[in-house]
């Protein structure tokens, strides 16, 4: 079967996280974000207009930037170590194992990268990839009654600095797991 002329993205089946290196560029150990809802993004550039006579002459962009979203459900602390920064301490042995998250005041939200999945009724799959995400925006969930706790989060993807890449969209013919 070869690869349609285009996708046909349908659900959200996998979404993975990675922790970026201080350079922004090198991917640590991927995260698997359970109960994955969403995976948005907009892709967008701040404009500054060159006005004058009473007419627009020019306008110039500041730079690309995506905006995205992420919800799941549940809540992995792993995942929201790598993005909302902190520590994670595992105490005890079974059956009285404790993981605890901890953000201090002088914690900031680290860079990552996030990678979505949906199958395509054209046929394979499309991913989704954001290379350098700042969670910038909301970061939290709710603890409430009758309902399962969401984490959702927003911010920007930027321009990593060795390829000047954002975002992709990879349209597979056959199906591939996120790797």
Not at 4 to 13: A, D, E, H
Not at 50 to 79: F, Q, V
Not at 161 to 173: G, P
Request: charged share 20%; aromatic share 10%; glycine share 12%.
């Amino acid at each position: 079967m070869a690869l349609p002329s285009y996708g046909i993205p349908f659900g959200l089946r996998d979404v993975k996280l990675w922790p970026l290196d201080v350079t922004g560029e090198t991917p640590g150990t991927i995260q698997d974000l359970p109960a994955s809802r969403t995976l948005s993004f907009n892709d967008t550039e701040d404009f500054e207009e060159l006005r004058g006579d009473d007419t627009l002459i020019a306008s110039h962009g500041a730079g690309p930037t995506a905006d995205w979203n992420l919800e799941s459900g549940g809540i992995s602390l792993e995942c929201y170590k790598i993005m909302a920064g902190g520590a994670i301490v595992t105490t005890g042995v079974t059956p009285n194992i404790k993981k605890t998250y901890t953000k201090l005041g002088t914690d900031s939200r680290p860079y990552f990268k996030a990678e979505g999945q949906s199958i395509s009724d054209s046929g394979g799959d499309v991913h989704g990839i954001l290379y350098k995400c700042k969670a910038d925006g909301e970061l939290g969930g709710e603890f409430s009654e009758g309902s399962f706790y969401l984490t959702a989060a927003s911010g920007t993807g930027f321009a990593r600095t060795s390829d000047a890449k954002i975002y992709e969209f990879v349209h597979n013919e056959t199906q591939a797991a996120i790797v």
